[in-house]
């Protein structure tokens, strides 16, 4: 074989590989895009607890920022709802919520709500929502942890706030939930909320 022919048939050789290396490439992102779609059909559930009345910041509100917060998302991602609606009385001047809030926290109160969930098992990713109450979540939320066991499936935690950002609610959602994954969370002002449904999306559009 002269130099000409050895030339050409490294070349063919070369190229051959390549092409080889192209379509291995393809099928390995095959997966990752049945995931993704995967992922997208998920059925979605937004678990929250909201308290209208007199808030710090927006005075006295019909809808609580927080039932704001969940019905961006529910627009936005097709979700259903669980409003978390405790028995006990919230409807009280805000100074005096703080304290009930603070001696909830402290004595690890656990108040009832109504209602409940149906076919759980349907549901893949859950929003856990609820504004800042004296360094987490409202007490009502935990007594709503220790019912519905969420362990294995994909949690997101929002809160809506006035300086406290999330607290420790992530941290508190994974203590609930050790087995469940917890992903990218979500905090907003409470008078940001009403016109804060572009932050909401954006927030979205990233997880």
Same mark, same amino acid.
Request: aromatic share 12%.
């Given at each position: ?62 809808? =609580?920022? $927080?039932? *704001? ?9 097709? +979700?259903?709802?669980? /409003?978390? !609606?405790? #028995? ?63 362990? =294995?499936? $994909?949690? *997101? ?9 999330? +607290?420790?609610?992530? /941290?508190? !959602?994974? #203590? ?32």
């Amino acid at each position: 074989m002269n130099i000409k022919s050895l030339f050409l048939s490294l070349c063919a050789l070369l190229t051959a590989l390549a092409c080889n290396s192209q379509n291995a490439k393809t099928n390995s992102n095959q997966p990752q895009e049945n995931t993704e779609t995967m992922s997208q059909n998920s059925k979605k559930l937004v678990v929250f607890f909201s308290h209208a009345g007199e808030n710090y910041s927006v005075g006295n509100i019909e809808v =609580g920022n $927080t039932k *704001i917060v969940a019905d961006y998302i529910t627009e936005l991602t097709g +979700a259903d709802q669980f /409003e978390i !609606v405790c #028995k006990k009385n919230y409807d009280m001047p805000y100074m005096q919520l703080i304290e009930v809030a603070k001696q909830e926290a402290n004595n690890g109160e656990l108040p009832d709500f109504e209602g409940g969930i149906d076919h759980l098992d349907q549901y893949d990713t859950i929003f856990i929502g609820g504004p800042v109450w004296w360094g987490t979540y409202p007490q009502v939320m935990f007594t709503f942890f220790e019912r519905y066991d969420f362990n =294995g499936k $994909t949690l *997101i935690p929002f809160t809506t706030h006035e300086g406290s950002g999330l +607290a420790s609610c992530v /941290e508190d !959602v994974k #203590k609930a939930y050790p087995n469940a994954t917890v992903c990218k969370p979500f905090s907003i002002y409470g008078h940001e909320v009403r016109s804060g449904r572009a932050k909401v999306e954006k927030w979205l559009k990233s997880l």
